[in-house]
């Protein structure tokens, strides 16, 4: 389950950030049961991205109370935080792939932190990259994928070590309709096997065709969450 | 060709990020002074010892108006007698009046005779205790009064109060090296994550722990700094005969003197990479865990 209640956020550090800053979440307040599915939606600025900061463990919340799995945020020690965040794939809007890694060792990553075994390794890794087409990318380094199958290995790499809750930012921007329609395939078979999923997005088509309740935001408040 | 075991795969980057060429450098360059910082505490030792030995082990003893009457033979007589049948005390030799003017030239020319001083005798024995002479001092002085007994004790204290001073020296000298290590260390592992804070920031969000991180910081560290203290240690041991060679003929006087090390050093030398590697390890530990507490 994930809960936030009256959640607010300034950021403590970077551009923008300090006493005077402006609250980029405001008195957030959602449910997201376990195995639920949510759209999050509204116009760049709203607070889509801050709010999924909060989700992945990015950023604490300056007030409020958020949960992620059941987990209250803020009692969690740096090592609770960590084993948590292995629990969450994260397929981000800039894919945040490490360029000196092949596309299969940045797929494996999440499973080689979590000190799994190389045979899953290779079986599983092996697995999700021929599902998304990159059977034969396996040892290119991102500088020499496109734009969307450097989208497809970041997705690969969230979905890799099948995480309890799966968070994306625009995870169909740089991919075609085919591309698309393959991706919302497989985070709808991974909400059905029981995997909560929050996509953030601007592609009004894509939520029309797959239906689930909105969190839609606007200047850092949500406005419509059923 | 796809690289399957984990312990090859360099998360971070860690090969061209963290200072490989300047690290070792630096690091080579510190273990070079502190080997000779090491090897200059050990030999001061050895020295100060083989000083305090022979100066400790001396006896000089003067006797005024040696000719006159004591106890039915002479004053010089009965102080020989004293020195030879006490124990502890080796080998009495009376010096000729020859010695003794040579020993009293400096001071009142090459004439003695003819100033017509009242020179006293002078005696020097060898001291192998047990304990001080001051029991000696007061037999010789009963058996002619006046009797004046110089031990090389003071001396023997100079020697030991320069040998702590030089070793002073070269323990501040070493954590100077300590220090200046771990903030080469330091600002290397710093310039490190500056350069892969994108990286760090990828798998820390990945659910990377904080020792994960750190440990691969700390090995790469660890590393650089072995083969640097490995490389200024050899490069010390030439520089190290060399001033064995200068110093030898003060250890071991004779034709045959010849360098040799402070066995010491053969204990201590091997230590410092070890040393080193612990810093390495330690500070890219320490600096890695705090930037850390700037995430999340």
Known sequence: ?226 | MIRFGRSRIDHLGLRSALADRLLPVLVGAMSFLAALAIAGTLAAAVLAAHWQGGAAGELTIQVPNPEAPAGGATREAAVLGVLLTSPGVTNPQLLGQAQVDRLLAPWLGPDVAALALPIPAVITAGWQGPGTPDALGAALSSAAPGTLLSTGAAWAARVATLTASLQACAAVVLIIVAFIATCMVSLATRSGLAQRREAIEIIHGLGALDSDIAGRFAGRAATLAVTGAVIGTLLALPVLFWLATLAAPFVNPGPQAGPALPPGLWVALPMLPLFAALIGWGTAQLTVRGWLRNLA
């Open chain 1, 1 to 226: 389950m994930i809960r936030f209640d009256d959640v607010w956020l300034k950021y403590r550090s970077g551009q923008g950030a300090g006493p005077s800053a402006p609250d980029v979440l405001r008195g957030v307040t959602f449910e997201i049961p376990d195995g639920g599915f949510r759209w999050l939606t509204g116009p760049s600025g709203a607070g889509k991205t801050s709010l999924l900061k909060l989700i992945t463990l990015s950023e604490p919340a300056s007030r409020g109370r958020v949960e992620i799995l059941g987990i209250h945020a803020a009692r969690l020690s740096r090592r609770e935080a960590a084993l948590l965040r292995r629990r969450i794939g994260v397929v981000y809007q800039d894919f945040r792939l490490l360029p000196h890694l092949s596309a299969y060792d940045n797929v494996a990553l999440p499973m080689r932190l979590a000190r799994r075994n190389e045979d899953q390794i290779r079986a599983d890794v092996t697995e999700i990259l021929n599902w998304v087409g990159l059977n034969d990318k396996i040892e290119a380094l991102p500088d020499a994928l496109s734009g969307g199958e450097q989208q497809r290995v970041a997705i690969a790499r969230a979905v890799v070590g099948r995480p309890k809750l799966l968070v994306a930012d625009e995870p169909t921007g740089n991919l075609d309709d085919d591309q698309a329609v393959r991706l919302m395939m497989l985070f709808t078979a991974l909400n059905r096997l029981g995997t909560t999923v929050v996509v953030a997005t601007h592609n009004r088509n894509l939520v029309a065709r797959y239906p689930a309740q909105l969190l839609d935001m606007q200047e850092g408040r949500l406005t419509e969450h059923d």
